[in-house]
């Protein structure tokens, strides 16, 4: 990593090489199997069974600034190129609101017109939310993600906002991905939008059935992917119906390096839909240890045995 995301400063990844291209396995190591055999799900998708048919070839994305001091914003910013929205983290541990707020008004300092969203992976509390999102408000932000870790809280921050005659838009995120009824969060009336990323939902396939299920606005975003995973995000956002915000699918230009030469990041504001192909070359530098790669080996076999038992065997620990 270029810098430290999602409290990492390296990502890894078992990439599958398959007869109609290359898939991503990448949960985060502390996964359970059961969660991350959705991961291996999408990953056989784009390996085996392909993508469905676009119906865009170009795909809008934000340009994402971590948890960074103010100072390091337009740094940050510049290897997006031009874009026209902008997700920033708030809510990391360790950090203040204060952190937050001059983190967000420097991206609005550096970029007068762009769309803002914050993120903050469910790190606040209600209380702390909607404070949050009141100052924050100021800025004129897009939307704010799951601002709060459950369901049942981003419906109370929502609903005090709205009391308030607050506009901010709520986000889900992890109240999506992470639940085991991914449409719980529709039907609490808990957000105005969600958002959908390939790996953590199963597939392509699965995602656009659980936003069409859902009825609601939806933006696809990345799960920290190589290009390849960021090729099925790419996937989805193009066979989606409708695509009313910018994609969360700029995160290669947060990796120090990648494993292709034509590389899945954003010029002018969008990503041109294309297939990508590993190099050997780069895969051979950036290899794992023998420790690691038999680590992943046998996560593989594990995750695998759950969906090769079907439904019950996924959701067993």
């Not at 502390?30 to 085996?48: F, K, T, V």
């Not at 971590?66 to 031009?82: C, M, N, Q, S, T």
């Amino acid at each position: 990593m270029r810098v430290k995301f999602r409290g990492i400063m390296q990502r890894e990844a078992l990439l599958l090489e398959g007869p109609l291209g290359w898939g991503e396995f990448c949960p985060f190591p502390e996964y359970p199997d059961a969660e991350a055999s959705r991961w291996l799900a999408a990953a056989i998708e784009a390996g085996w069974q392909g993508f469905p048919a676009p119906q865009r070839d170009s795909i809008p994305v934000n340009a994402t600034v971590p948890a960074v001091p103010a100072g390091r914003v337009p740094e940050i910013l510049a290897r997006f190129g031009r874009v026209d929205a902008v997700k920033v983290k708030v809510a990391e541990r360790g950090q203040s609101l204060e952190d937050d707020l001059a983190r967000v008004n420097a991206v609005r300092e550096a970029l007068p017109h762009a769309a803002i969203r914050v993120d903050a992976n469910g790190g606040w509390s209600v209380t702390e939310a909607v404070d949050a999102l009141t100052r924050l408000a100021a800025v004129g932000l897009e939307y704010a993600e799951q601002p709060v870790p459950d369901v049942d809280g981003l419906a109370e921050v929502r609903r005090r906002l709205r009391s308030a005659g607050n506009p901010v838009l709520i986000a889900a995120d992890e109240s999506v991905r992470r639940e085991d009824d991914p449409l719980k969060v529709a039907r609490a009336g808990a957000a105005d939008l969600i958002v959908v990323k390939v790996a953590p939902l199963g597939g392509v396939r699965r995602a656009l059935d659980i936003v069409a299920q859902a009825g609601l606005p939806a933006v696809v975003s990345s799960a920290l992917d190589t290009s390849v995973g960021i090729r099925a995000g790419l996937a989805l956002a193009a066979a989606l119906p409708d695509l009313p915000y910018a994609c969360g699918l700029g995160t290669v230009s947060l990796l120090a390096a990648d494993i292709t030469k034509d590389s899945l990041v954003p010029a002018d504001g969008a990503i041109r839909l294309r297939d990508v192909h590993a190099d050997p070359e780069l895969l051979s530098e950036f290899a794992a240890s023998p420790q690691r790669c038999d680590w992943w080996l046998d996560r593989l076999r594990r995750t695998y045995a759950l969906l090769a038992a079907g439904p019950q065997g996924a959701t067993r620990q």
